[in-house]
Each structure stands twice: as structure tokens, then as C-alpha cells.
């Protein structure tokens, strides 16, 4: 493959699970990847078989200084960034109520504000390149909200909230954007990466604690193979139509399906009600007017 054929990769959170996958995945196919983690002697095998494709470089997402590092050690090495996958992120799990203010803040530093930050220093490399491609590993939780993840899918609703909205502004500077909504998958995810209360509430024993509990027997045995997830992800960034949202895993298919039925169900319930709210005589269109609207996302060719 040719030298400028071969896309250049960020991925954050390379060191297990998705990131790992990923990573691998990519410099298999001949890429080049700037593989991030937070120790980045977890790499040092990937360094071994890919010596020159693959540049490890330090990332805590949550450390300004160390993303911007990240950035500069990109171009320094391949020149270019033409994927950004935002992948590093942890899931905080138990009922709101149960989570002190410090745990729920930091969830959203790496999950949020960590993604937001990379996305906003690739951003003006993309934009000069005139090309680009981010790819935001939410989840189905960040589309799907149910008892024991309210914190956790209040930052994945969030980062598809912003996504989506890049999507739209960064489309005629010809960059793409593409949400990744999984399910289970057989990653760290459930184990040394969960995060649970310190104090749990009786209360929330047969809501939020059953949820619990299916996450940790869960732990090994997700139906989700990461190594999949990659190949599905490479898809969607070789395909000339990116999806907005690629959805990975038939759980999280079926939980998306069921929520967009009872939305819909409900929407239509309740629309006449809805529609009454509005000044009468005043005709209106969908939110967003005449600007470029939600309904009209477009991604360049
Ligand atoms: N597995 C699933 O079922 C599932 C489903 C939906 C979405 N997701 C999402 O998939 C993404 C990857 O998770 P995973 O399933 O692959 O789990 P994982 O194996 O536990 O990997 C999590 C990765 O995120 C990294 N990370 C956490 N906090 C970080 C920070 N502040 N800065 C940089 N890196 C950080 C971890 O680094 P360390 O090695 O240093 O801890 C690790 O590389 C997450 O965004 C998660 O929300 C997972």
C-alpha cells in the first residue's frame, strides 16, 4: 500500500478492550496508529511487532497538557491525524442517588469533558486537512437510559448530543463524524474499569442492585467479541457513507429498536397535546428553521 493511502490513527485508550482491538486491528490492516494510554508501557508489544507504524504516547484524558502532547507527537510522527477514536472512557454504575458528587463529576471529565477536549485540539488538524473523521465510542446506554445507569448515560447522552451536532457543523469542512453505540462486549468494562457507590441504599435493591448484579455475573461472559467491533468500525471508516451511528452487538440493536417504537408510540400519543403550546396562527417547521436542520445531516462524499 502506498505510503499516503495509509490512514493515520489516534485512538485513546488503547491499552485493553476496544482500544486494544482496535489498535490491533488497524496496524494489522497497515495504518498507522498513534495507540494512547495512560501507562504506555502497556503497548510496548505492539511497539515490538509495528516499529514503525505505531507510535505510543502517554494520555490521561482528563490531563490538558497531556492531550495536546498527544496531538503534537501525531504530527510529529506521521504528519497527519485522519481518524480520531475517542474511545477511553469507564462506566460509573449504581443508582444516582447512591454516587458521591466527586465520582460523578470524574465520570464526566473523562467521558465528556476528556472526549470533548481531544476532539476540540484535532479539530483545527482536520479542518486544515480538509479531511478528517471522528469516531465517538458512546454506547447504548448513550441512547437508552435503564435503573443503575443514569450517571453513565448521562455522559454517553452527552456525547452523542455533541456529536451529533459536529457532525453537522464539520460536514462541509469535510469531516466526518460517526457515534459507536455497543453493547456487552467481553472488554474490562465489567471488571477493573466498573465503578460502583461506596454505600449502596436498600431501597434501590430491586432497581438499581439487580442491575448490579447482572453486570457483575455478566463480567466474562458478554456476548460483544471486541475483535468484531473493530472490524465493524474499520468498515464504517473505509465505507464512502460513514453511518452517523453504527450500533454494535443484536442487544443493543434490540434495546434501540424497542426505545425508538415507544418513543414513537408515545410522541404520537401525546401529539396533539404538543402541538396545542403554539401561538395561534403561527405555522411551524421543525426546530433549527432554515438553518442546515436536525433532520438534515449530510456527510461529504
Ligand atoms: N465493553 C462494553 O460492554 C461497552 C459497551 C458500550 C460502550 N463501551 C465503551 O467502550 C469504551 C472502552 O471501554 P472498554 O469496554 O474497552 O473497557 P476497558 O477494557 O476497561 O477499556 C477502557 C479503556 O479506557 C481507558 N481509560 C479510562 N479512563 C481513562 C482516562 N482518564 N484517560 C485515558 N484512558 C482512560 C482505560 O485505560 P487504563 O488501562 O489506563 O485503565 C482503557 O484503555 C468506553 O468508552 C466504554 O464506555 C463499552
Known amino acids: 500500500m502506498a505510503e499516503n493511502t495509509k490512514k493515520v490513527w489516534l485512538i485513546t485508550g488503547s491499552s485493553t478492550g476496544f482500544g486494544r482491538s482496535l489498535t490491533e486491528t488497524v496496524l494489522k490492516h497497515g495504518d498507522r496508529v498513534v495507540a494512547t494510554a ?10 515490538t511487532h509495528y516499529p514503525e507504524t505505531v507510535k505510543p504516547v502517554q494520555l490521561d484524558v482528563t490531563k490538558p497538557q497531556e492531550v495536546r502532547n498527544a496531538v503534537n507527537a501525531a504530527l510529529d510522527a506521521f504528519g497527519r491525524i485522519d481518524v ?10 449504581g443508582a444516582i ?13 473523562t467521558n465528556v469533558f476528556g472526549a470533548l477536549d481531544v476532539m476540540r485540539v484535532v479539530l483545527p488538524v482536520m479542518r486544515k486537512q480538509r479531511h478528517g473523521h471522528i469516531i465517538n465510542v458512546s454506547s ?4 437508552v437510559s435503564f435503573v443503575g445507569t443514569g450517571i453513565y448515560c448521562g455522559t454517553k447522552f452527552a456525547l452523542e448530543g455533541i456529536s451529533e451536532a459536529l457532525a453537522q457543523e464539520v460536514a462541509p469542512l469535510g469531516i466526518k463524524v460517526t457515534i459507536i453505540e455497543p453493547g456487552a462486549f467481553r472488554t474490562d468494562f465489567n471488571g477493573r474499569s466498573l465503578v460502583t457507590p461506596d454505600t449502596l441504599i436498600d431501597d434501590y435493591a430491586s432497581t438499581s ?26 468498515q464504517a471508516v473505509t465505507s464512502n457513507h460513514p453511518p452517523l451511528r453504527l450500533v454494535l452487538g443484536a442487544d443493543a ?18 401529539k396533539s397535546v404538543a402541538c396545542d403550546t403554539t401561538f395561534d396562527g403561527v405555522e411551524v417547521g421543525a426546530i433549527g428553521g432554515e438553518a442546515k436542520s436536525l433532520l438534515n445531516i449530510t456527510t461529504p462524499k
Do not use: C
Request: aromatic share 8%.
Open 84 to 93: 480520531l477514536v475517542n474511545n477511553a472512557g469507564y462506566g460509573a454504575l
Open 38 to 47: 495512560r501507562k504506555p508501557e502497556q503497548l510496548s508489544d505492539l511497539v
Open 209 to 234: 442492585g439487580e442491575f448490579l448484579q447482572w453486570i457483575h455475573n455478566m463480567n466474562g461472559k458478554q456476548p460483544g467479541d471486541p475483535d468484531k467491533a473493530a472490524l465493524a468500525i474499520m
Open 253 to 270: 440493536v434490540n434495546a434501540i429498536d424497542a426505545k425508538l417504537k415507544s418513543v414513537k408510540e408515545e410522541l404520537d400519543t401525546w
Open 140 to 143: 447504548v446506554a448513550g441512547f
Open 97 to 109: 442517588e447512591e454516587f458521591s458528587d466527586e465520582v460523578i463529576r470524574q465520570q464526566f471529565e
